[in-house]
């Protein structure tokens, strides 16, 4: 067989491999088939292929880290991850996310201030295609300057909670415990990267969050709020002093810059 039929064949595996235990299972028999084969080109091929698997069972086994938590608590019943995304702007919603993850298995969750744009948006339409529920609980700039981040931020976490169904057991947090919850709640700090549902949970926050600010780019242009989702970025800071503020921005955080 030519090698640029060889080439087509191991493509086709790689494809979904993640996604695919086919897929997997057809890249392992052609790295078999293949690995005697005394052409570079296809022993290029064979190692580029087991690289692949290597990263690929690395992965599994990072992620099976991650889901420590989940089998700590799972005797208790369904375990559900809580995040925020959006506590520090100047402008713009808190956003809080619950997520129960389902027993299959997802790669490559993790906090999502470490995976790319385009990593959060394909985690976040895996995650709610995949996860038993996901909640989703809003604070706006208004009640943000009512009653301090912190209050509007538990507040996001209680509404996103509400809309989980079935309900969960036991939260996993990321460092805090939301009052006014009467299911057992784990804070877990820098839970984000240590547990699988809390970062499927910032995931979730996070992608709902920068999908609002970018709307509100269409509305305010003036301010570049698709580019810093409304964080304090020195062209932000230049805009509002020249522009003022705008509906969505916290007047009790921006008070020293203007």
């Known amino acids: ?6 080439r087509a064949r191991f493509e086709e595996a790689q494809e979904n491999l993640a ?9 392992s028999e052609l790295i078999s088939l293949y690995r005697e084969d005394g052409r570079a080109g296809v022993q290029a091929l064979v190692r580029r292929g087991e690289k692949q698997l290597d990263a690929l069972f690395r992965e599994r086994e990072r992620v099976r880290e991650m889901k420590r938590y989940e089998r700590e608590y799972a005797a208790a019943g369904l375990i559900c991850g809580i995040d925020e995304a959006g506590r520090g702007p100047l402008a713009g919603p808190v956003v809080a996310g619950a997520v129960i993850l389902p027993e299959k298995e997802i790669l ?3 906090d999502s201030k470490k995976l790319s744009p385009k990593k959060r948006e394909e985690l976040y339409d895996v995650i709610l ?7 989703i609980g809003y604070a706006s700039p208004e009640r943000i300057d009512e009653i301090n981040i912190l209050q509007a931020t538990y507040e996001a976490m ?7 169904s079935p309900k969960p057991a036991v939260l996993l947090n990321d460092a805090v415990t939301i009052p006014g919850i009467s299911i057992r709640q784990v804070p877990i700090i820098k839970g984000d990267a240590k547990s699988a549902s809390i970062a499927a949970a910032s995931i979730v926050a996070k992608v709902t969050r920068d999908r609002l600010m970018e709307k509100y780019d269409a509305v305010f242009p003036q301010y570049g709020f698709a ?5 304090g970025a020195a062209a932000h800071i230049e805009a509002l002093k020249k522009y003022g503020p705008c509906p969505i921005h916290r007047r009790s955080f921006i008070g020293h810059f203007l």
């Open 1 to 6: 067989m030519g090698i640029q039929e060889i």
């Open 19 to 27: 996604g695919s235990p086919e897929a997997e299972k057809r890249l």
């Open 108 to 110: 490559y969750l993790n």
């Open 129 to 135: 295609r995949e996860a038993v529920s996901v909640g």
């Open 158 to 164: 209680r509404e996103a909670i509400s809309k989980l």
């Open 227 to 231: 580019a810093h989702k409304g964080y």
